[in-house]
Structures are given as structure tokens and as C-alpha cells.
């Protein structure tokens, strides 16, 4: 099974940045993989962040593009999100999540497409 561990969250003023990172393991067989970040509110559903395939394309939620940035360093294992300009309604619960024989090249923003989760790193942005 693939277990995720995020981190770099914490509590920072509108306009700050922070980044985040994902480590991953136990990977088997294909580690052609997809990978995205998803938020939670409280009282809110789980939202797609953005996520990152086949050949590094990747997709972003409208609320974020041109100030969050998804990457990943492969042959470390590693998956990261770059967060500019933060907005109170950026904060929430951000878990990394993965599906593994995944060819997407921009992969789905949709929880249902990801099989294995951290555990969350909270972010929280003050005005």
C-alpha cells in the first residue's frame, strides 16, 4: 500500500506564502502515477487543488491558477505545492493523494479518481 505524508502547513497572513510537500512510499509494480492536492473546509466538501501527471502536465482548480504551482521530484518520491498570494478561503485541510498505473496526462480534479491519502496538513490564512 502507498502511504503519504504531507507537510508544511501552518497559520499565516493573507498575501503569504507557504509551500507543502508530499513524501510517498511503498509503491509497487508501475510507478507511472498521478498525483494531486485537495482541500477541505470545515462544513465543506473535499475540492481539487491541482493535480499532476504523465509527462508533468497538470490541471488546477480555477481559484488558484496563476498563484499555486504543483510539482514533484520523482526520483525522490516527492510532490510539492507552491502557494502564492494565500486567501482566507485557501484555508482548510490539504491532503496529497495518488493513483498508482495512472497514464493521465492532466489528471481529474475529482477525489474519486484517488485511491490512497495522507493524512492532511492544515492551512490557515488570517486577514
Known amino acids: 500500500q502507498v502511504q503519504l505524508v504531507e507537510s508544511g502547513g501552518g497559520s499565516v497572513q493573507a498575501g503569504s506564502s507557504l509551500t507543502l510537500s508530499c513524501a510517498a512510499s511503498g509503491y509497487t509494480g508501475s510507478r507511472v502515477v498521478c498525483m494531486g492536492w485537495f482541500r477541505q473546509a470545515p462544513g465543506k466538501e473535499r475540492e481539487g487543488v491541482a493535480t499532476?501527471?504523465?509527462?508533468?502536465?497538470?490541471r488546477y482548480a480555477d481559484s488558484v491558477k496563476g498563484r499555486f504551482t504543483i510539482s514533484k521530484d520523482s526520483a525522490e518520491n516527492m510532490l510539492y505545492l507552491q502557494m502564492n498570494s494565500l486567501k482566507p478561503e485557501d484555508s482548510g485541510m490539504y491532503y496529497c493523494?495518488?493513483?498508482?498505473?495512472?497514464?493521465?496526462?492532466?489528471?481529474?480534479?475529482?477525489?474519486?479518481?484517488?485511491?490512497?491519502w495522507g493524512q492532511g496538513t492544515q492551512v490557515t490564512v488570517s486577514s
Open positions: 493523494a495518488t493513483r498508482v498505473g495512472c497514464v493521465a496526462s492532466h489528471p481529474s480534479l475529482g477525489s474519486t479518481f484517488y485511491t490512497s
Open positions: 499532476i501527471g504523465k509527462g508533468d502536465g497538470t
